[in-house]
Nanobody, 115 residues
């Protein structure tokens, strides 16, 4: 059974940076696609970034050029580097893993960007 544990969220000023991490257990990490989703208050959950087993990535238009997803198969970890943060990036960020996304969910980590 997959277990995903996110960390790295917090409060940051607009223009700042954060790096989220997600450590996976209970799965064969290297054969799973990984993704980051977010859910802002009053809104639905949306895909922010995803990375395939081969390292191909895709991003939501709203974060292209600012966010970078990466994975370390030796550490069973996926990262989301977030730069030039904006108040509209404020949300709970969720890690996701599966042969196809969305799969299993983490518990989420709060990111708050102040203006």
């Amino acid at each position: 059974q997959a277990r995903l544990v996110e960390s790295g969220g917090g409060l940051v000023q607009a223009g700042g940076s954060l790096r989220l991490s997600c450590v996976a257990s209970g799965i064969t990490f290297s054969i799973n696609a990984m993704g980051w989703y977010r859910q802002a208050p009053g809104k639905g959950r949306e895909l922010v970034a995803a990375i395939t087993t081969g390292g191909s990535t895709n991003y939501a238009d709203s974060v292209k050029g600012r966010f970078t997803i990466s994975r370390d198969n030796t550490r069973n970890t996926v990262y989301l580097q977030m730069n030039s943060l904006k108040p509209e990036d404020t949300a709970v960020y969720y890690c996701n893993a599966g042969r196809r996304l969305p799969g299993s969910w983490g518990q989420g980590t709060q990111v708050t960007v102040s203006s």
